[in-house]
């Protein structure tokens, strides 16, 4: 018996969409306005969903306050307020589109939890545009 | 050609997580605020969807009003207003966690609707936490 | 130059709806499904908005930090996870309504607020249901 | 490295729901107010969804802003401030129930699209209704 | 000890917007895509708020239920699955424009309602378009 | 008959608080993460609202076309995709705060509007936290 359970978190961020392998000229022809060099904002919703088989004695996938601390501490924590082009490690060389962000979200809650989850993010770079991934 | 079909619909209760087989101490631990004895309660929003083929003289799937006629009679007017735990046999001995809720609401609905729909249910406890449920 | 800032917040608690000056009988016809004597219960959304002049150094009206852990402390804290009607002093012997919760919430926030802040308070009992209370 | 990603847009249509192969009277029994001879309307949201591979330069699975544009071209300048069954070619002959109209939208967008996408579109009726297809 | 209490509800129309003392040209020149001759339409939401005081027994300003019932008398089985236009007296001459739309609501409401409520209501077109009207 | 036309639109933006007239340390201390040197980022939703008297033959207060138009040339052309304090000339010395962005929105829509529209604009920083400036 399969359920999925999803948790919703946000984070506001600065960041700027630049390949380093481009020269500026094409960076900007490509990317536009996200190509800013002073970099522009977002308020990023992220709903966290896993999959596996309910407990039978507790009723629970998991505990919604342990997914919610899991995520506090691996993606909250790390991402919110902050730049991240300039302030995180994962996107110094990584273009943080969309896409991108939501592959390196999975990867950081994919290590903290058990292998019998199986996980999907989507994160909302806006209310009109967004991304899913679950790692296939 | 397969298309899904989805109905939102809302009912709002009281409940309490609470498992039989553990003392109060355990259950407190477990469940924190939500063991409450004197119950808390939600707006529950629930979206049930249907996947089958298109008639081809109607160009509908099903009727919604049939529809939302059916969730009314076997989800809202069981469970709207309602204590989970004390006015409702399905949840007399299993935990009304979000889980056990969208599973039991799955089964009222699959055994009134035609075999040939396939039946998956969202439902949401807040808006940041919700659970979907497809009988497999 | 008045300015009006405003943060949501929420808590989930159970009630039911009765006049205890009343009989069970005009109790029930008067409120009808909201009076089940097993309670019932909402994700309460609030909405709490200021009134005052900017601060010209630091732009603010008041730190939203400040203001939402004084919310957490006066309302989420003493009303989530609960029952109004058992749990709460405030609702012992006055109707839960949503209007009353309204009145009750913006005194508790009033008398923790410098007087130079005008206070208005918004709260939803459902999407299609919600009150505004400013004191006047 | 497979992801999603979504684009969502949206256009104010009048319509009926009528079978062109049945009386008025049938008509009318079966889609009931729906059926208004002098037709009702809608606010439509869509959610258009490709799936493929991240451009390993870019970290794009498809530029938004040609995707937003293609949607426009396609979708809202065609549907847009339009009566569905009188100026619209699709419909003339087909039923614009949501079902069909997403069916109809899936097949605009996927003669527009390179095959190494998949896709699949949701289509909101209202907030309470909407409907999935991904040709399948 | 005056309260605001609200209620949302909503209906689908079909609507054009169309001077009659003016040429077509005119019309079409000024309303743009919205004089389309065969009419679009859109899902309006409608908040409808009553001030007044608090009901010392009871708690309520108004009971939700009666005036849930009393818009869906005035307002919605009215205007819904209508062709506003040709099939609703109001605006067989008016211009069914929001904010007429708005005045034509206000006016049926305030007529059904004891005079110790003031009203104000806002309708929504779109998402982004909304239109308030309290009688003044 | 006095009527209010509000139109919704967004911007996406980066900033930082901060008090040019404070040591980095005071600004740390007391603006905490939004202080960030390198910027954080939001969505930033606007409502603009417009009162006056509806023209009694076209039915409208305002064409939301042109609002619509003004609202783009005057603040998303300005902010959108933009770092407030790097690039924009009205936050060199003003601390980009909700309030004080709502200030200046109203100061920039208000030159362009006839003077007997009353103007009110409501900034959206993030979901939860919002600012309402009527030039009062």
């Known amino acids: 018996m399969n359920i999925t359970v999803s948790r919703k978190a946000h984070f506001n961020a600065a960041h700027k969409l630049h390949v380093s392998q481009w020269s500026d000229e ?18 990023y919703d992220l709903i ?16 919604m306050k342990f997914l919610g601390q899991l995520i506090k501490e691996e993606i ?26 939501a592959v390196v979200i999975w990867h950081l809650l994919r290590k903290r939890l058990k292998e019998t989850y199986t996980l999907k993010v989507i994160l909302y770079e806006t209310e009109r545009n967004f991304v899913e991934y679950n790692g296939n």
Chains 1, 2, 3, 4, 5, 6 share one sequence.
């Open 26 to 43: 094409m960076n900007k022809e490509f990317f536009g306005l996200c190509n800013n060099p002073n970099f522009h904002g977002h308020n």
């Open 48 to 63: 966290v969903s896993l999959t596996g088989e309910i407990d039978p004695i507790t009723g629970y996938l998991i505990d």
């Open 76 to 101: 909250e924590d790390r991402f919110d307020h902050k730049n991240l082009n300039l302030d995180c490690e994962e996107f110094k060389t990584l273009n943080p589109t969309t896409e991108n962000i």
